[in-house]
């Protein structure tokens, strides 16, 4: 049977199954809206399948397994390793109409979705209701809960409410072999037997696909405070932030950003430098609660005393939304430099607070050697120990590859995660072994065999 | 070659490699202090094995292995369902040699510990140094970390601060193969394929040693304030947890008492009844924070307004260290009745919070029409949706089953999970089935065979 057979039988399986209506064939995939390989992508799907249920997805898996048919899982085609771009002869899995909010529970504050939902249609929907899920990303109108945990998202406010990881009560998910397992738990504490849900999530897809999630809500704050300091060294930065989570407990980001980074960011929006000097580091930090004044007055008792101790050495509380949004801009600008730096290395390493000064003072200086006409900017969440970098623009493919060989492995001499919060997919997949041990690797690779002997899944994503 | 003969064997190659003074031979085992064997237990160790380093308890395993010697693995001997309890045959092999603190992070706020350092030696060690490791239990001067991270261990603050899960940042495991999976990660962000470590948290032990693990703490608080509130019903009580969730963001503890638990706790402690009239439901509230002015303040002018509300019937607010004592001896009267209902049927479940009242109501009329000479009693930690019931005294072992199977079917019921924090060891594994399905298990099942192909680790603990 040659491969173009293979292909049509495939085709006629799943039509079988799900309708004729919930697969678009070949000729059809110029026009359909489920997929980024339009524009950037290297291949197109052979064919696109919309599963509308759960027990859809587990046929649809069943089917691809039994013609060793490999497959990409694709939900909001947001992500930023590579993982949901086809290669070539794969069918695409598409979330897109896996999309019902299917539970809210007010009274526990849980709530069970779809895999497709996007973020901010859920976002949205508990907001209504008076509860609030923490996690948000830039993408938000666009990706989808399921890609959030697949990936464990982590975004600005993960030093208050944890990564997607810790969001997620309970998991769905279809496997290869064309069961579903339903493991919708609801509550915090549960303690029988393996935690099987962590297989997946963080997973990347290369498991099995997740279906439905039971997300873990937290009551909707009604006042936000931000504010940006100015400080005189790292240390101090470190040392702020635990005053800080000691003594704002409704703290939930605390962003650095290097002198660098607001220079350029004061360049590209037109904004002025944010203090009349510049210093080396700036703090931006929000806090969520349920009171203004009192949020407020804390804050600014705080940074009062910080100030006088000199551990912050200026400071910005906002006044108003619109200040508060101009804050933001400095840090927000990172979309415009990502496009002005083209073609740029972007990194969302992992490094343990106690090394990220050595860190950045080390790396910067090496990349500044090496490529002096490029901008290198360093800035991160730093609660989280999660560092990005953006650096760039670079004429050829080598030098991107040697800033990513300088960047991966100063993170393995520190041992750190080459990826705190995108994933490896395809792109990081060559410098994995910088973070994960031969002996891990291995042992992911029996799982993968253990789970989808055929190798059907997201196959060549995170590892091979 | 008889068992006679293959014990000695094992001995031999265990000593040939860890060294005489580490293992102790079946004639001096009655004279260790590692086992709980001596009074309760069934079963003997043929052996026990005291490893020193991490690479020492890899070697033990691979001796086992290569041998197909059974094993228990041994922390404080502080579980609450058997999972250590040697079984007829096996080996020990105890952490509490393996207890030194290796490395502690003042910047990052990290600590990285030996799996046989207890609970409590680590909470001060940290707390000498200005940081704070939230995770608490009654055991806490015997149990271990490594016992802690294999079961999930939960508590009393749960609700601020998560389980042992979400407070391990990295982990080292002891293969039975003989290898030393080292996976010491120092971030909460880390997204660099399956996170490996969550297959070990809470597997109770039958996929591998925790050896050493690295623990995320958070800034110590220098304030706690106290309160007993009186309710009219359980609804009141979880409007009131969203409420303080949301106005008192240093709220760490929110314990339910049922009026009966009440009742049992004033007449086994010889204190008064709480308040002048009895209510149907009592909430016990700890903040931890920076400033007890503050906190306090707080927490009255909350209660004021949930008073005015009539959401909050009557409120003591601790005005000391002692008056706050005497508030958690209620809830903490839980060790003398276990004493006083034995044998007593003692619960752990989890329940999600919308339908915990409906089960507490169902569960007590049942058992209360079925054993009316017995006591019932309700209390949990409501945040986490963790309810714990202690019933007895029950004079027969077929009473005692009765009680589990009405109470782990209604858990089925509500899908909840019949282990919220104890874990399943041997003495829940034959209602796992009313929280696990059959896939679930069958997976477990794999992951075991896939780990420990021998079946030589915990071998018929949560499992079979």
Redesign the interface.
Known sequence: MDSQNAASDVYEALVAELGAENVTGNADIAHSHAGDWSEAARERPTLVVFPRTPPQVATALAILSRFGQKAVIQGGLTGLAGAATPQRGEVALSLAKLNSIEEF??????VTVQAGVTLEQMQTCVEEKGWFFPLDLGARGSCQIGGNAS??A?GNR??RY??M??LVLGLEVALPDG?L????????????????K??F????G??GVITRLVLKL?????STVTALCALTSF?DA?ALL??M???L??LSAFELMWQGFIDKAAEITGARQPFAERYPVYVLVELL???DR?DRA?LEAFLQRALEQELVQDVIVAQSIEQARQLWDYRESVGEMLSRLKPHAAFDV?????SMDGFVASVQKTLQEKFPQQSHLFFG?L????LHLLSGPYSTPGMLHEVEEVVYSAVGDV??????????GVIKKEF?HF???P???A??G??KR?LDPNNVLNAGR??D
Chains 1, 2 share one sequence.
């Open positions: 529970d007010d009274i526990g504050g849980t990936t464990n982590g993960v030093i944890g990564t990881r810790d069961s397992m339903t493991m919708l738990n609801r509550v915090t504490k549960n303690t029988t037997g393996i935690d099987l962590h297989l999530i963080g997973a990347e290369i498991l937290a009551p909707k704050p009604s240390s470190a635990k005053e989570r000691l003594h407990p409704t609660g349920a009171s009192q804390q992992g490094i343990p607070v106690a969440h609660g989280d120990g999660n041992q750190g995660p080459i990826s705190a919060e995108h994933g490896i994995l973070s994960r041990s002996q891990e690797l042992l992911m029996a799982l253990l995170v590892i």
